[in-house]
């Protein structure tokens, strides 16, 4: 009998790393999610202003942080910049790390996507979002809860598969 | 161990991406906090390296969070705040130091469980198969296995 | 042309593989002494043929030969020749092939050098080595050929991964291969243990010097891992707990307890179906490490490039090697039963605490290593665990085995008495406790519960084991091989458990901004900056800092950690320079610049007792070959034709 425990234990291990080569050990879930956004209060980029996290209420918002910097924040763009042409949601850029006049000139150059943009110029506010680098998009409801993030640049595919879905149901709950 | 190929570039992309941008100044701690300080970082993962803590990496976050430990640390927030304030933000999986839960019992108690059944066993497997007690004081000495074999040829009937 | 004579060697040796792996199968089976024969020949074509494919590769790399795919993916035209040949194991693809090498090399070994094993039982470990390099081999040919041309050709090679471009690297890899491969010597031998049922102090015999071959490789494999890391990575650290660690250390600590119970089943013929069930534990921890680090399952520093069909492959062959070994064990071993009782207070009491301890350290490894995968699994959310968990649960799992050491060997066989190892043990213990007061009068910077029990702990081990052989030497004159093997491996341990304590307790570092001229304060060590200037390399570029180190205005020693670019895979590297002494390291690595002023961020260790743990691991290790040459395992023709009868 005793002689069986290890062949079990082994049958078990095999079937852990069966199931382990299904996951992906990257992926960490964001402890944010069903929580309201982190509260911030930052300067916008333009002028001499300052957004604070209030804005971020009223409709659903994708917040997105990104840089000038950031190469793989070029994929997204033109996803972003569909979506903010068709007006299916309202994005809230956050400048990481960034010179104003870089993200500017960026901006200017790729077109500007974000119904306004806050900079966090040292990256305090975004170690509140739990951000790991950028570009990183948050999707939040109309009462500024997190309901899905996204590490990476965001696909067509991300969009149709994962987000859209997701607006339909903030939609329906917030007629 | 170190022998493999240390990653996939891909899987690096975000702490090399995160190269271009500025990285908060690091507070420096006062004397007496250091070693609080050191032993905590190495006890958080960065989160988007590879498997390093912070004191380990040199990425732009791992810069930015080892300032928020020393900022914490220099107002005086104790190591449970500063790790609550981590995981608020990341996650359980910054804690190289899974916390007592539920779902980690297994993992704290295992192997103390497992010694306990090795040494039990241990002890059952050296105690069985001998004598019944008052007998076991004075096992036989060891035979000569010559003088045993005169003694089983001189009485060839009573073999066991 | 000579990638595709690479590739042909590849697909010939996995038709040698088969018939390797079956031929004597059947011979045994059918009890065919010509097919059982067939083994020894075939496994000799078997290592000339992989080892043209090996070459094939090498020649590849040396000619730069960028229509090779892995090697346009592992080399450049400026990489030096030596990193060249080494490049041939710096990826996934050319790794395996060392490893099949490696298997082939074994085999080859066990061929050539049991010649006076019986005939079934080396047709059976032959053959299960044969069985086990046609996965090897059948892997590497269907998802990891190393000689896939690309097109269109490219002008230059991506280069070999900086960190491997290290001399330390250069030996590590093989060293460690051997290790693991190693224990498939041992795995092969308590198959065909299974398969004949037989089991005897002869088998021990044979198994014993292979084994303890395999651990001495492993063991070297470990600490030149660890020597490298902790020159090329600049964080100072030795030892991360990280999954690719693990999986080496796995193997480790159950071929460590394999080599102990082998004793026992030798001397006493006890313990049969325990040793059986550890040889084939140890080569399938092996096995495992591999699927750990190809797979991708878990985040690591060191982990291949994965892909999943590598995963599935190596899973597979899990499925079947491990299934059917543990089947067979299931099976079998009952019929393997070890006659006569032992008590706990004896040598082979001892072994047997000694291998619990072993066995739960390895178990505790593998629980902290797949613990995030399982929480993963069923659904309870991203964990870590790191170093505080595995240092939390191994030291208290690894003062106890220091502890036995030391007892264990002046405990006499069958049944001991307390008198005679009290009597043994008098001298030693006193001497243990004054060396332990001196080291930690002198060294240690601040008095805890660990530092005195570590510090003992570790004297204690190295001095009790010398009080054997020299009381071996005073009663007999001689003192045999194994015995002097097994007092310096462990007094390697002692020295180890020393080192590790001391290095982990009263390690100083501090992370400091430094401008040309400025110093700062590191223990009792003053580390002055006196800039930087740029050096050319052969494929690198690099800054190279001078940084003086003085104690109360002495000079002690001039560190120049350099931060490498490395032009060809357009990377950074940093390499720490280091003074090492018996008493401390001291250890700086360069961070980047701060700034326009010339300000540099720099780490600063010092770090007392670190050069013990790798002297503990060669001490160890020396004392490895000796036990694996003692005379007693050399081919005794008449002895072992009796045996064989």
Known sequence: MRYLVPVSLIVGLLVLLGIGLRLDPTEVPSPLIGKLAPPFDLPTLEDDGRVTSDVLLGQPTLVNFFASWCTPCLAEHPLFMRLSAGGSVRIVGISYKDRPEDTSRWLARHGNPFALVARDAVGASAIDWGVYGVPESYLLDAEGRI???????????????TFEPKLRDLARLTP | MKTWLPVPLLSLLPCLLLFAGAALAVPEVNEAERPRYQALLHELRCVVCQNQSIAESNAPLAKDLRGQVATQINAGRSNDQIR????????????????????????????????????????????RRRRPPGAAADVPAPVDAAALQGLLDRYPGERP | MIAELGHFALLIALAVAVLMALVPAYGVWRTDATAMAFARPAALVLLAVIFVAYLCLTASFVNHDFSVAYVAGHSHSELPLIYRISAVWGGHEGSLLLWVLMLSGWSAAVALLNR????????????????????????????????????????????????????????HPPLLYMGYVGFSVAFAFAIAALVTGRLDAAWARWTRPWTTSAWLFLTMGIALGSWWAYHELGWGGWWFWDPVENASFMPWLIGTALIHSLAVTEKRGLLKSWTVLLAIMAFSLSLLGTFLVRSGVLISVHAFATDPARGVFILGFLVVVLGGAFTLYAWRAPKLVSDGAFPLFSREGFLLLNNVFLSVSAAAVLLGTLYPLFADAVGLGKISVGPPYFNAVFLPLMAPLALLVGLAAAVNWKRARLTDMTRRLRLPLLLSLVVAALLIWQWATDIGLVVLVGGWLGCWTLVAALAEPTRRLRLTGRLPRGVAGMAIAHVGFGAMVLGITFVSLFSVER???????????????????????????????????????????????????????????????????????????????????????????????????????????????????????????????????????
């Open chain 1, 147 to 161: 309901v899905h993030k996204h590490v990476g640049p965001i696909s067509d595919a991300d969009w149709r598969g």
């Open chain 2, 84 to 127: 609550q304030y981590l995981t608020e933000r990341y996650g359980d999986f910054v804690l190289y130091k899974p916390p007592l839960r539920a779902r980690t019992l297994a993992l704290w108690f295992g192997p103390f469980v497992l010694l306990a059944a090795g040494l039990v066993m241990a002890v059952w497997f050296t105690r």
């Open chain 3, 116 to 171: 006076n094993l019986p005939l079934n039982i080396s047709a059976l470990v032959l053959s299960t080595l044969g069985a086990v390099a046609v996965g090897f081999v059948l892997f590497t040919v269907i998802t990891s050929n190393p000689f896939d041309r690309l097109v269109p050709i490219p002008a230059d090679g991506r280069d070999l991964n900086p960190l491997l471009q290290d001399p330390g690297l250069i030996i």
């Open chain 3, 511 to 645: 992370d400091v901004r430094l401008a040309p001229g400025q110093s700062a304060d590191v223990a009792q060590f003053r580390f002055q900056f006196d800039g930087i200037e740029p050096i050319q390399g052969p494929n690198y570029d690099a800054d190279r800092g001078t940084i003086r180190v003085y104690r109360d205005d002495d000079l002690v020693t001039t560190l120049y950690p350099e931060k490498r670019f490395y032009r060809g895979a357009q990377q950074l590297m940093t390499d720490a320079s280091v003074r090492h002494s018996l008493s401390r390291d001291l250890y700086a690595s360069l961070g980047e610049p701060i700034g326009d002023a010339g300000e540099w961020a720099i780490r600063l260790y010092v770090k007392p007792m670190m050069l013990w743990v790798w002297l503990g691991a060669v001490i160890m290790t020396l004392g490895g070959i000796l036990a694996a040459s003692d005379r007693r395992y050399r081919a005794r023709p008449a002895a072992l034709a009796e045996a064989a009868a």
